[in-house]
């Protein structure tokens, strides 16, 4: 199937740990993004990668790492987890970097704190 | 903050009725875009108009917009218990990077 596929569906942890969330496209875009979507429903961007390279690093602590082997691939590793962490994580890609292009959505990944 | 205020938050309405959901910005945009989330689900593209369109049309869905007054409506017609979700519209506050900022939503409840 053509999609966004995320791993792992939920993540549940303990504050103070180390977690990843893993995202990948077979789409064959070039623009991958990670949003936060919080117990509210607001959603908002935080990262973005065009084939590899970050472009968009929104205000996010920096307890936040993306990083992006191919321009397939965009995971997220969170250090150091807080509380606020709490949140569903969705991945995205578009086909471009640019204005105007759908973006495609993954499942979400729904991140506990403890 | 936010860009992209949809009202109302909730719309309960019965199957066959047209909803209709309202989006408001603040800034320039070069397009504006609705999404539909069904509940524990990623988010579907549904339409996306250009700053320079007034109204567009995806089968039981028509979009308009108004940039003078910064809002956007989604109309959808005839509508089923399939349509139940939430529905968010989406601007890019005249990025050219492709970042979108997204408003709380508009939860549609569409009962048979």
């Known amino acids: 199937d053509t999609a966004v596929s995320q791993t792992p569906k939920y993540l549940v942890t303990q504050m103070g740990n180390d977690k990843s969330i893993k995202c990948e496209q077979n789409?064959?875009?070039?623009?991958m993004y990670w949003y936060k979507q919080d117990s509210k429903k607001f959603l908002k961007i935080m990262f973005s990668?065009?084939?590899?390279?970050?472009?968009i690093n929104e205000t996010v602590p920096n307890r936040f790492s993306p990083k992006s082997p191919d321009k397939a691939h965009l995971n997220l590793h969170i250090n150091s987890l807080e509380l606020g962490d709490s949140a569903v994580y969705f991945c995205?890609?578009?086909?471009?970097?640019?204005?105007?292009?759908?973006?495609?959505f993954g499942p979400g990944t729904r991140l506990t704190v403890l | 903050s936010q860009q992209g205020e949809e009202d109302p938050q909730a719309l309960s309405i019965q199957e066959g009725e047209n909803a209709t959901m309202n989006c408001s910005y603040k800034?320039?945009?070069?397009?504006l875009q609705w999404y539909r989330q069904n509940s524990g689900r990623g988010l579907v593209h549904l339409i996306l108009?250009?700053?320079?369109?007034r109204e567009k049309h995806s089968g039981r869905l028509r979009v308009t917009l108004d940039t003078s007054k910064k809002s956007s409506s989604l109309l959808i017609t005839a509508s089923r218990a399939a349509d139940t979700a939430s529905y968010f519209c989406?601007?890019?506050?005249?990025?050219?990077?492709?970042?979108?900022?997204f408003g709380r939503g508009t939860q549609l409840t569409v009962w048979p």
């Open positions: 995205a890609s578009s086909p471009l970097a640019g204005p105007g292009n759908e973006q495609f």
């Open positions: 789409l064959g875009h070039d623009t």
């Open positions: 990668y065009n084939n590899k390279e970050l472009i």
């Open positions: 800034t320039s945009i070069n397009n």
């Open positions: 108009i250009r700053s320079n369109e």
């Open positions: 989406a601007t890019d506050r005249g990025s050219t990077l492709g970042r979108l900022y």
